[in-house]
């Protein structure tokens, strides 16, 4: 686990929460829901002005398997996994969104993003997926419009069941 994690720090959490934040806005338009909703919690208002250093690059996991470029060739199974992962971290973010705004200090900062951080992780392979495949099918959804509608339409099927 801490291996795990000591790769994905090199990129702070603050970053990668606006990452998402915008990839998230971009589904979540394309099936008209209020992109509102979740840009007020990923906007640079999350992380304090001091908790927000410069982007470090993210290198990929050796254990990683890549995720085809080919937006077609991803299968159902990994769109519904990362659709469920995807929500979980939503939820996630919600959850703790409260905490992280009222963090005093930096390391009071730090070790709450380290904290939803692996909360993070843990929530995406609960659905099936390592981080970096999480990764890269957000980053396929958003540069492949035409995944990017697969995204939304799987995310639209699962929020309509009932639970």
Not at 131 to 145: C, G, T
Request: charged letters at 25%.
């Amino acid at each position: 686990m801490a291996n795990r994690s000591s790769q994905f720090s090199r990129l702070p959490w603050g970053d990668r929460l606006r990452q998402v934040g915008r990839s998230v806005g971009k589904i979540l338009l394309s099936i008209g829901l209020v992109g509102c909703l979740i840009s007020g919690l990923w906007g640079s208002a999350l992380i304090p002005a001091w908790a927000a250093p410069e982007p470090i690059p993210l290198a990929a996991p050796v254990e990683a398997a890549p995720i085809s470029p080919d937006a077609s060739a991803v299968p159902a199974e990994k769109v519904t996994q990362f659709v469920r992962a995807y929500l979980q971290v939503l939820a996630l973010l919600e959850r703790r969104e409260g905490e992280l705004r009222q963090a005093e200090t930096e390391p009071e900062a730090n070790r709450l993003e380290q904290e939803i951080e692996l909360e993070a992780f843990e929530a995406i392979e609960r659905a099936g997926l390592k981080p970096q495949e999480y990764v890269q099918l957000l980053s396929l959804a958003n540069n492949d419009p035409d995944f990017g509608e697969r995204i939304a339409a799987r995310l639209q099927e699962l929020e309509a069941e009932p639970r």
